[in-house]
């Protein structure tokens, strides 16, 4: 019993962070498309002689690519370094303190 309760307890965990990870995953391809859909555009209107990369152009991408990296931090790093092994120990350490 207690076997299948603790399987179930990892699938469900394993379940969250696969939807984590797809939800990053997804966020990247909106972010790619997006910014190639607007760079695209911005060069097809552009007028002979007009400044491409200008502010306007590059302040969605880098303040969006900020915001996708902390979403990329999120997702990925805590299991590097807030990992199960991290848990299992800091569990350890305070059911020890408790004696």
Excluded at 14 to 20: F, L, T, Y
Excluded at 26 to 48: C, E, L, R, T, W
């Amino acid at each position: 019993m207690e076997n299948n309760r603790e399987q179930n307890l990892r699938y469900r965990e394993a379940e969250r962070r696969v939807k984590k990870i797809k939800g990053f995953y997804i966020h990247a391809m909106v972010y790619f498309f997006v910014n190639i859909f607007i760079i695209a555009s911005k060069a097809i209107d552009q007028d002979p002689g007009e400044v491409f990369w200008e502010w306007d152009l590059l302040a969605l991408p880098l303040f969006w690519g900020i915001g996708l990296a902390a979403h990329g931090l999120s997702v990925f790093l805590p299991a590097f370094i807030l990992g199960k092994d991290w848990e299992e120990k800091k569990i350890k350490e305070l059911m020890d303190k408790d004696k």
